[in-house]
């Protein structure tokens, strides 16, 4: 009778631990990779070269998508069309009258090949 609890008791704890394991939202801040961060830190430096990032942004909360690039791009070089490449995007503020642009990072170099001015 022991032996069968026991054989019960150690499947049973072992299903509720996982299960409210699974359920426990995760209170860890997102961490950006090293490539990401070196994405957002060339498109941060850029922003800065072009005094178009507000003193107050930092880049922590972009975020970073692989694209296809088209025509609506200001791109550096014409060749980057159809090429695909990082865009980084700069989440909204309603205290700023103008939105951060969005830029595109060339995957290979993390060079700034052209951004999208913001409406």
């Given amino acids: ?7 019960l ?9 996982m299960l409210v394991g699974c359920i426990q939202p995760s209170t860890s801040p997102s ?10 830190k060339s498109a941060v430096t850029y922003l800065n070269n072009m005094d178009w ?6 880049g922590r909360q972009a975020t ?15 060749r980057f069309e159809g090429t695909r490449a990082w865009l980084v995007t ?12 969005q830029v595109l990072v060339e995957p290979k170099s993390n060079e700034v090949i052209g951004h ?4």
């Fill in 90 to 101: 700069f989440p909204s503020d309603l205290q700023r009258t103008v939105e951060i642009p």
């Fill in 53 to 58: 990032l507000p003193t107050d942004e930092n």
């Fill in 64 to 78: 970073i998508q692989s694209i296809t690039v088209d025509n609506r791009y200001d791109l550096f070089d014409s």
């Fill in 31 to 40: 961490i950006q990779s090293d490539d990401e961060t070196a994405i957002i």
């Fill in 116 to 119: 999208l001015l913001s409406e």
């Fill in 1 to 7: 009778m022991n032996m069968m609890l026991t054989r």
């Fill in 9 to 17: 008791f150690t499947p049973l704890c072992f299903t509720i631990m």
